[in-house]
C-alpha cells in the first residue's frame, strides 16, 4: 500500500466576512454540500453524536487548530488558502477561499494561478482522487457544517479553522508523489470558476456512477475469501485503534463540555459574592477574598479549557477522521480483490465448460471416423 499521506458558480453579492461574527452550528445529513443553505428552509437542531459529525456549538470541528506544513527545499509547488468570503445568491449563501498557488512544474502553463474554491469543490477533488486511486490515503477534509440563523452570521472560528483544514489537505496532496500529478488536481488549481464548472460536468452519468455503486455493493456482500494475512493484521488494527481513537475524542470533548458549563456557572459566583461583600460589613473581607479566589479559579479554568479545546481535541479528532478514512481505503481494496476473485471464479467456470464442450465434440468426431469404417467393412463382407 502506498505510505499515509495527512490527506463555482460566479457569485452574484460579496461581502467580506467581519471579524466579529458568530453564530451557531448545525449539522445536516441530506444536503451534498452542506455549507449551503436555502434562505427559506428550516433548520432543526442536530442532537445525534456521530465520529465524524459534531454536533455541538463548541465541538472540535469548529475550534480545531491545524499546524501549518512546514516547505521542504525539495517542493515544486507551493499552494495557499486563505480570504474567504461569502457570496450571496437568489437562493443560498456560501463560503469562497482563496487558493493561491506557485509552481515550477512544466505541465502547468503558468506559473501563479489565483482561483477562488468554495467547499463543494474540494469535495469534488476528494472523490475524483479516491476514484482513480481507491488504493491510496487521501487526507480527510473537515466536516460538513452550516450556520443556523441568517445568511450573514458565519462564525468566525469555524471560518478560520476550515481554512486551515482546506489549506493543510491541499498542501497534503502536493507533497504526495502520486496524487499531485493528477489531472483533476491540476485543473483544481488553475482552472477558472466557470472552466472547473464544465470540467466536472465532463465526468460519468448518472448510470453510470450507479452502476459502480451497485457493483460495489455486491462486492462488499461477497466478501474476500482469501485476504492475504498482512491486510487482515491492518484492518484488525485499525478498527482496534478507530474504536479506541473515537471513544477518547468523545471522552475529552465531554469534558470540555462539562468544563466550559462549570466555567459559566464559575463566573455567575464572583459578582454575587463581591455584592454580598457589600451588605456585610464584618464579613466583608472574607467575601471579597472568596471572590478573588474565583475569579483566580475563573482564569485558570478558562486557560485549561482553551488548551484543551485548542491543542488536545483537535489532534484527537484528526486521527479519528484518518481512522475512518484509512478504513475506507481498506474496503476499497477488499472490494477490488472481492471483484477479482469473481472474475477468477468466472472464468474458471468458462473454462470447464469449454474443456466440457470440447470433450463432447472430440468424442462426436471419433465417433464420425467410427461409423463410416464399419459400414466398409459390412460392405466388404463376402
Known amino acids: 500500500m502506498s505510505r499515509t499521506i495527512d490527506a463555482v458558480v ?13 453564530g451557531q452550528m448545525l449539522d445536516l445529513d441530506e444536503d451534498d454540500d452542506l455549507e449551503v443553505f436555502s434562505k427559506d428552509s428550516t433548520l432543526a437542531d442536530g442532537n445525534m453524536f456521530n465520529a465524524s459529525m459534531q454536533t455541538s456549538p463548541g465541538s472540535m470541528v469548529n475550534q480545531c487548530k491545524f499546524e501549518e506544513d512546514e516547505e521542504g527545499d525539495s517542493k515544486d509547488i507551493f499552494i495557499t488558502v486563505d480570504n474567504p468570503e461569502s457570496h450571496v445568491t437568489a437562493i443560498e449563501t456560501f463560503i469562497t477561499y482563496r487558493v493561491l498557488t506557485k509552481t515550477t512544474r512544466s505541465e502547468f502553463d503558468n506559473s501563479e494561478y489565483e482561483v477562488r474554491r468554495r467547499y463543494q469543490d474540494f469535495l469534488w477533488l476528494k472523490g475524483k482522487l479516491e476514484e482513480a486511486h481507491s488504493t491510496l490515503i487521501v487526507h480527510p477534509l473537515p466536516e460538513k457544517f452550516v450556520v443556523k440563523g441568517m445568511v450573514e452570521r458565519f462564525n468566525g472560528d469555524f471560518i478560520a479553522t476550515r481554512r486551515k483544514a482546506l489549506h493543510k489537505f491541499l498542501n497534503r496532496i502536493a507533497d504526495h508523489p502520486i ?3 493528477s489531472e483533476d488536481f491540476k485543473v483544481f488549481l488553475s482552472a477558472q470558476a466557470w472552466e472547473l464548472t464544465t470540467y466536472k460536468k465532463q465526468g460519468p452519468g448518472f448510470l453510470s456512477r450507479m452502476g459502480e455503486t451497485v457493483r460495489a455493493v455486491a462486492n462488499s456482500v461477497r466478501g474476500v475469501k482469501n485476504r492475504p494475512e498482512e491486510f487482515t493484521a491492518i484492518q484488525e488494527y485499525v478498527e482496534d485503534f478507530s474504536n479506541k481513537i473515537s471513544c477518547l475524542d468523545k471522552v475529552t470533548q465531554r469534558i470540555v463540555k462539562e468544563q466550559k458549563e462549570y466555567l459559566e456557572e464559575l463566573k455567575e459566583y464572583g ?4 455584592l454580598w461583600s457589600g451588605s456585610e460589613e464584618e464579613l466583608a473581607e472574607q467575601l471579597k477574598g472568596v471572590a478573588g479566589c474565583i475569579e483566580r479559579c475563573c482564569k485558570e479554568t478558562e486557560e485549561q479549557v482553551g488548551h484543551l479545546s485548542d491543542t488536545l481535541v483537535p489532534v484527537l479528532h484528526e486521527y479519528v477522521l484518518c481512522a475512518e478514512t484509512l478504513k475506507a481505503v481498506l474496503r476499497r481494496r477488499d472490494n477490488i480483490q472481492a471483484e477479482f476473485e469473481a472474475k477468477n471464479e468466472t472464468l474458471a467456470t468458462k473454462k470447464v465448460d469449454r474443456d466440457a464442450c470440447l470433450a463432447v465434440w472430440e468424442t462426436f468426431l471419433l465417433s ?4 463410416p469404417s464399419e459400414e466398409t467393412d459390412r460392405d466388404n463382407t463376402p
Open 10 to 22: 460566479s457569485p452574484t453579492q460579496t461581502n467580506t466576512i467581519p471579524a466579529d461574527i458568530s
Open 271 to 274: 459578582p454575587t459574592y463581591t
Open 368 to 371: 464420425q471416423r467410427t461409423e
Open 179 to 181: 496524487l499531485s500529478c
